[in-house]
């Protein structure tokens, strides 16, 4: 599965993408929303493989996000599963190397990650799950269309919940 946008390439990660992104994720910028803080190599090797098992077992998940210009894995973006107030939920998230924030590229990214899974799987609908206080995440959810749904517990952490239709 390969996706191609004006600037990026979104792929199925492989294993052995574990070197270009550990370092994304021991970023202490990119991970300050996330409930599992930094993560060591062995932690972001777990990860991509979890991702790897989400394309087996549901066809769709995080995909490695390629800046076409570089060539360079600049993290990741896309579409997964997770329980949400009880439920499996379809989820939209990214995080991005910060020396390509500000760019439009998680935008971008995302926005290819929410068409892929509303044709190909047509999804009634996907949530974006944001932390309190991260603020570009927000900003990147209201520019892909979705609309403030609620505030819940995620993670053992308070969130807020943005949603999407599917417009057919």
Known sequence: MVIQTP???LREFQPEDVQQLAPILAHPQVMQFSSTGVLSVSETAAKIQSF????QHYGFGKWAVIHQASN???GYCGI????LDHRDEREIG????PAFWGQGLATEAASAALQYGFKQFNFP???GIVELGNHASVNVLKK???HYQRRTRFHGGEVDVYCIENAK
């Open 52 to 55: 790897i098992q989400s394309y």
């Open 80 to 83: 997964a599963i997770e329980q």
């Open 94 to 97: 990214y995080r991005l190397n």
């Open 72 to 74: 360079d894995l600049i």
């Open 125 to 127: 609908y996907v949530l």
């Open 144 to 146: 892909l269309g979705m």
């Open 7 to 9: 600037r990026l390439i």
